[in-house]
């Protein structure tokens, strides 16, 4: 008798019925990871200290200047610590006596970065920002077979649904929220970008003067970011429907809404070390790959970030 592998897979979905702030969700492809909270996006951020709602990629590594000539310090640098090993004298970097600066910028230098905040600002009917608590009758479900994290909330007794998934391939997360609170302007995407730190966060937001984020290119369904955070660079591109509209609102703030009265904001992320490609997949054509890559897997017991099947 064979094994139904749907069932097998399905039965192990992780279902999340309230805010468990030490258990958040994430999707990734081996490359890149979103973490998410309860609204399938990173909207609470304060909230979440313990596993932190991060996006980080296995390329996105920030240093910190030096504070020297060079600018970084080497091993070369450091006064290490001769031990007695076999008889013979060692050295290691163990103690930062006397040397402090360059002792400590060795140890966290470079460190990920966290590429960019991802959330939504959810309004009140009285005006007032909700909050964690305000999230009402959650039903959040991270479907494997699938490779999905489907959320559906309440604010207000008016439901919220967002799909979140990783493209397979690429270093692109994408995201549907749908919602009669669009239309009210109650609800809008918030994309926030961080300095980098060597924290578990991978972030920094106090130092919003020292890193830049500059618009290299745009068109009506697409905006293209240079992230600049002092020698280290990357690139985000946003593809969304034409329904939505890009506003800056800060000097590494920006916000996506919609321009008519629909019920629906779809959008994709792309990051990426080198300049992104004029064309990336659309929202519709990235979940089709997301389900056949996920299913294979569950399948076949393998599959590859690199062997594409398009």
Excluded at 165 to 193: A, G, R, T
Excluded at 198 to 204: L, R, T
Excluded at 261 to 290: D, V
Aim: charged fraction near 25%; charge should be neutral; aromatic fraction near 14%.
């Amino acid at each position: 008798m064979s094994i139904d592998r749907y069932q097998l897979v399905k039965r192990h979905n992780v279902i999340i019925g309230k805010a468990d702030t030490e258990n958040p969700l994430s999707v990734g492809n081996g490359e890149i990871a979103f973490t998410a909270d309860i609204t399938g996006m990173q909207t609470f951020i304060e909230e979440y200290k313990t596993i932190p709602l991060c996006t980080m990629a296995q390329w996105g590594f920030h240093t910190t200047p030096a504070k020297n000539d060079k600018g970084f310090y080497s091993i070369k640098d450091l006064k290490l610590k001769y031990y007695n090993t076999f008889g013979r004298k060692v050295g290691y970097a163990t103690s930062e006596e006397n040397q402090e600066e360059i002792f400590n910028w060795l140890r966290v230098n470079p460190h990920r970065i966290h590429l960019g905040n991802i959330g939504l600002n959810i309004t009140l009917s009285n005006g007032v920002k909700a909050k964690i608590n305000d999230i009402k009758e959650i039903n959040q479900s991270l479907d494997l077979w699938n490779g999905i994290l489907v959320s559906k909330f309440k604010v207000e007794d008016i439901p919220v649904s967002v799909e979140t998934f990783c493209h397979p391939y690429e270093d692109m997360i994408n995201f549907s929220v749908v919602s009669e609170l669009i239309k009210k302007n109650q609800i809008f995407v918030e994309i926030k970008f961080p300095y980098g730190s060597p924290d578990i966060s991978g972030a920094d937001w106090s130092k919003d003067e020292l890193h830049n984020t500059d618009i290299v290119d745009c068109s009506e369904n697409s905006i293209e970011l240079l992230r600049t955070i002092d020698n280290d660079f990357y690139f985000v591109k946003i593809e969304f429907l034409k329904d939505v509209y890009v506003e800056r609102k800060g000097k590494n703030y920006f916000v996506l809404n919609q321009k008519g009265c629909t019920n629906n904001l779809i959008f994709s992320c792309l990051f990426s070390r080198i300049k992104p490609p004029k064309y990336i997949h659309l929202f519709e054509e990235s979940k089709r790959l997301c389900k056949e890559y996920w299913n294979r897997f569950w399948i076949s017991g393998r599959c590859s970030r690199f062997f594409k099947v398009y």
